[in-house]
């Protein structure tokens, strides 16, 4: 799978306990309608089989104000047509949020993947599905977590009929360095129990008509 990530900044509610954009003074740039012109021919251009949806703040903040932006997103995916899991669809939609599925009216069955950015484990029982999505939770390791955490966690998930998979990501520091908290222990376990995810540019970042292959790019504001 070849990823496009839209990068959105809609706003922000402040509830991370860590945000890699604020402590790296990341400066993205103000989401509008216009700037997903060229989001069709960079997916064309970069041939693209899967878009995701992500942001400098959360892309579902205030989603009742974005719907026009959301129609034009949805618009240009679901007729954009690659071929995916060896047949010819719609471009898949992946959203990432950390708003739980009852917070906000947007609609998630419209995604193949909901990545729910979790804090809490008591966060996860207000993850539902709502159609036939992937449902996955995520949580950033922090100097705080323990072992118990972690399983915690994991068993909560196992037993989840709503929560398909599960990552750990380690946390970004303010000088754009990955942490390493736990790291022995959650390898242990990935592809086992969770997914261990290294913390690295791997997709194509999308934001207001511009394109980087670095998310930290947008340490130099994008000019639009």
Same mark, same amino acid.
């Given at each position: 799978?070849?990823?496009?990530?839209?990068?959105?900044?809609?706003?922000?509610?402040?509830?991370?306990?860590?945000?890699?954009?604020?402590?790296? $003074?990341?400066?993205?740039?103000?989401?509008?309608?216009? /700037?997903? @012109?060229? !989001?069709? #021919?960079?997916? %064309?251009? $970069?041939?693209?089989?899967?878009?995701?949806?992500?942001? /400098?703040? @959360?892309? !579902?903040? #205030?989603?009742? %104000?974005?719907?026009?932006?959301?129609?034009?997103?949805?618009?240009?995916?679901?007729?954009?047509?690659?071929?995916?899991?060896?047949?010819?669809?719609?471009?898949?939609?992946?959203?990432?949020?950390?708003?739980?599925?009852?917070?906000?009216?947007?609609?998630?069955?419209?995604?193949?993947?909901?990545?729910?950015?979790?804090?809490?484990?008591?966060?996860?029982?207000?993850?539902?599905?709502?159609?036939?999505?992937?449902?996955?939770?995520?949580?950033?390791?922090?100097?705080?977590?323990?072992?118990?955490?972690?399983?915690?966690?994991?068993?909560?998930?196992?037993?989840?009929?709503?929560?398909?998979?599960?990552?750990?990501?380690?946390?970004?520091?303010?000088?754009?360095?990955?942490?390493?908290?736990?790291?022995?222990?959650?390898?242990?376990?990935?592809?086992?129990?969770?997914?261990?995810?290294?913390?690295?540019?791997?997709?194509?970042?999308?934001?207001?008509?511009?394109?980087?292959?670095?998310?930290?790019?947008?340490?130099?504001?994008?000019?639009?």
């Amino acid at each position: 799978m070849k990823y496009m990530s839209v990068i959105t900044n809609f706003g922000c509610y402040y509830k991370c306990p860590y945000c890699i954009v604020k402590e790296n $003074n990341l400066h993205i740039p103000k989401t509008t309608l216009a /700037g997903l @012109d060229s !989001l069709r #021919e960079a997916l %064309k251009t $970069n041939r693209c089989n899967i878009i995701s949806i992500s942001g /400098g703040g @959360d892309p !579902l903040h #205030e989603y009742d %104000k974005h719907i026009e932006w959301y129609r034009k997103f949805f618009g240009i995916t679901q007729s954009y047509w690659v071929n995916f899991d060896d047949r010819k669809q719609s471009i898949p939609v992946e959203m990432h949020t950390s708003y739980m599925t009852d917070e906000t009216s947007f609609p998630f069955y419209d995604c193949y993947r909901v990545v729910y950015h979790a804090n809490t484990l008591e966060q996860l029982s207000h993850i539902r599905r709502t159609g036939n999505e992937i449902v996955r939770a995520v949580f950033v390791v922090t100097a705080e977590y323990t072992i118990k955490d972690i399983m915690d966690i994991s068993l909560f998930v196992k037993n989840s009929p709503d929560i398909d998979e599960l990552s750990f990501r380690q946390l970004v520091d303010d000088n754009y360095e990955e942490k390493h908290y736990l790291e022995e222990y959650l390898r242990m376990g990935h592809k086992k129990l969770w997914w261990y995810i290294e913390q690295n540019d791997y997709n194509l970042y999308y934001a207001e008509n511009q394109v980087s292959t670095r998310y930290r790019d947008f340490e130099k504001e994008v000019q639009v």
